[in-house]
């Protein structure tokens, strides 16, 4: 059974910055996209990032420039480096892993940004 489980999120005040980690077991992590998408209460899950087999990366407008998404093979893992945190990037951020028709999903990290 596939794993990913998510850590580093936790509470941080405006102007901050958190690191989420994604670790990803029984897989062959290399060949999959690497996603994160967060949902806030009462909003829809979206996409923020997402970091492709070959090393490509994509952020939701809202994050450009603040979020870095990486990701480590050697060690199964995809990183989401967020600074400039703000009050409305407070969600419960998922980690998901594609590969063709396949999709796996992490529990989730909270991340809540509040003075």
């Known amino acids: 059974q596939v794993q990913l489980v998510e850590s580093g999120g936790g509470l941080v005040q405006p102007g901050g910055s958190l690191r989420l980690s994604c670790a990803a077991s029984?897989?062959?992590?290399?060949?999959?996209?690497m996603h994160w998408y967060r949902q806030a209460p009462g909003k829809q899950r979206e996409l923020v990032a997402s970091?492709?087999?070959?090393?490509?990366?994509n952020y939701t407008d809202s994050v450009k420039g603040r979020f870095t998404i990486s990701r480590d093979n050697a060690k199964s893992t995809v990183y989401l480096q967020m600074n400039s945190l703000k009050p409305e990037d407070t969600a419960v951020y998922y980690c998901?892993?594609?590969?063709?028709?396949?999709?796996?999903w992490g529990q989730g990290t909270q991340v809540t940004v509040s003075s």
């Open positions: 998901n892993a594609k590969w063709v028709a396949l999709s796996y």
């Open positions: 970091i492709t087999s070959g090393g490509t990366t």
């Open positions: 029984r897989m062959v992590f290399s060949i999959h996209d």
